[in-house]
């Protein structure tokens, strides 16, 4: 787990695990289309928010503890069949929170076990994953709850979550500052962050072709929608 690889490169498996994230982020976004309204757009915001979770602490393990062995890649690939699932639970109807709340609560499941490993496998650095696991295990118990209770209560129950979830660096960064060391990530990291942003436009830029298609393209209008949204 301590091993630094220096230059390291984003691998083909990485951008593939990028690209699944982006089709979840694409569903959502079609979802959101269909519900145009203040509450379908929180509730668009929150899965986004849940999504890019994922992807980041899928991508922060894979980039800080990651290698090229086959536990890594079993790993991101479990993480892609999952998010994948998520995307599935989407477009149904339904008891469509039930469906999204059990895949998220397996994403959290699988994301919290990498961050409870580092601190099983090298104890030097469970004083630092450990407010990752007692956090994410919050969240997932929160999950859990939501299935017992109106969706009234998702107002409350689905803040707290993504408070849970994106508390642990904040204090585990102070454990670092206390300790005088700093979190080094790979060059790869930043460029892959890059790269989704990119996949993410692209997205968008489909979105709009799409939708443009759809209508009359002899109208001088319509050409200045697709203008305007590009």
């Known amino acids: 787990f301590d091993k630094e690889i220096k230059d390291r490169r984003i691998s083909w498996l990485e951008l593939v695990f990028d690209l ?22 929180l509730e668009y915001a929150s899965l986004f928010i849940l999504i890019f979770w994922g992807w980041l602490n899928g991508s922060l393990y894979h980039d800080l503890h990651g290698s090229e062995g086959l536990r890594t890649r079993l790993i991101t690939l479990w993480q892609m069949m999952i998010i994948a699932a998520f995307a599935i639970t989407i477009g149904q109807g339904g008891k469509i929170h039930f469906n999204t709340t059990i895949v998220l609560m397996i994403m959290q499941l699988l994301i919290t076990y990498l961050w409870w490993s580092v601190g099983f496998y090298d104890k030097s650095h469970r004083r630092y994953s450990r407010p990752y696991v007692i956090f994410f295990l919050l969240a997932m118990a929160l999950m859990g709850l939501s299935l017992y209770l109106s969706e009234q209560w998702l107002k409350i129950i689905v803040p707290l979550v993504i408070i849970c979830n994106y508390t642990p660096p904040f204090i585990a960064h102070r454990l670092l500052r206390r300790a005088s060391t700093d979190l080094n990530l790979s060059s790869a990291m930043s460029v892959r962050l890059g790269l989704f942003t990119i996949i993410v436009f692209g997205e968008l830029v489909l979105g709009v072709v799409n939708g443009i298609s759809e209508i009359n ?6 050409w200045l929608n697709f203008a305007f949204a590009i």
Do not use: E, K
């Open 217 to 222: 393209i002899t109208n001088f209008s319509t």
């Open 20 to 41: 699944v994230y982006v089709i979840a982020i694409a569903r959502i976004t079609h979802h959101l289309t269909l519900h145009i309204r203040i509450s379908g757009f």
